[in-house]
């Protein structure tokens, strides 16, 4: 089975810099996909990046990067230019693509709570 | 606008009692799931269900019953089975091809009275 781990239950970041939060897996598949879900105040879960395993390119989208590590298993998400409305739980997530059964399910970390500082 | 619609967004059990969390998808997607969420900790999934009239149990699906009679709703039942059902409960729903990113309603807060 696989397993998704967050090492920071808590990050902050000063308005305007840069975050990075980590996020390792482990699997025994060599095709996968990988997510981060951002979950503010609201508790809405909303899709932040995403990324295929087979993709050698880091995705990114706007503000939002990641650096996927395919051998070390790890998959961290940078963020820019904070802003306030930044402040959330940040997930991370795994999913197989294997098209049977729970394979279909995501695998979710614990979860790093993010504060941006004005 | 399409999306996921999770009602009521509070709910109250009694001892014993069943209750029914609602989850209806517009996306036309053929798969959905429900989620639970304890405080500080990530989402655990307790039954997915891939097209109409077929569904699995999750990670930790003792105490609960769902049902997928149309391909836009999933409804949840907490049942009196579940002994420990505070929790936030999220559904989501997907397609079934590439990258199937799921897509989340706003949750439901299930408290015991």
């Known amino acids: 089975a696989q397993t998704v781990t967050q090492s920071q239950p808590e990050m902050s970041v000063q308005e305007a810099e840069t975050v990075t939060l980590s996020c390792t897996y482990d699997?025994?598949?060599?095709?996968?996909?990988l997510f981060w879900y951002k979950q503010p105040p609201s508790r809405q879960m909303i899709l932040v990046i995403r990324q295929e395993a087979y993709k050698q390119q880091n995705a990114t989208e706007n503000r939002f990067s990641v650096n996927f590590q395919k051998a070390a298993k790890s998959f961290s998400l940078k963020i820019s230019d904070s802003q306030l409305g930044d402040a959330a739980m940040y997930f991370c997530a795994y999913r197989s693509t294997i098209s049977s059964g729970s394979a279909r399910q995501l695998t979710f970390g614990s979860g790093t709570q993010l504060t941006v500082l004005p | 606008d399409g999306g996921i619609t999770q009602s009521p967004k509070y709910l109250f059990r009694k001892e014993g009692q069943n209750v029914t969390l609602s989850c209806e998808q517009n996306l036309n997607h053929d798969a959905m799931y429900w989620y639970r969420q304890d405080p500080g900790q990530g989402l655990r999934l307790i039954y997915y269900s891939q097209i109409v009239n077929d569904f699995q149990k999750g990670d930790i699906a003792e105490g609960y019953s769902v049902s997928r009679e149309k391909k836009e709703s999933f409804p949840l039942t907490v049942t009196s089975a579940q002994k420990n059902p505070t929790a936030f409960y999220l559904c989501?729903?997907?397609?079934?091809?590439?990258?199937?990113?799921?897509?989340f309603g706003d949750g439901t807060r299930l408290s015991i009275l």
């Open positions: 699997t025994s598949e060599s095709d996968y996909y």
């Open positions: 989501a729903s997907s397609t079934t091809r590439g990258i199937v990113a799921q897509h």
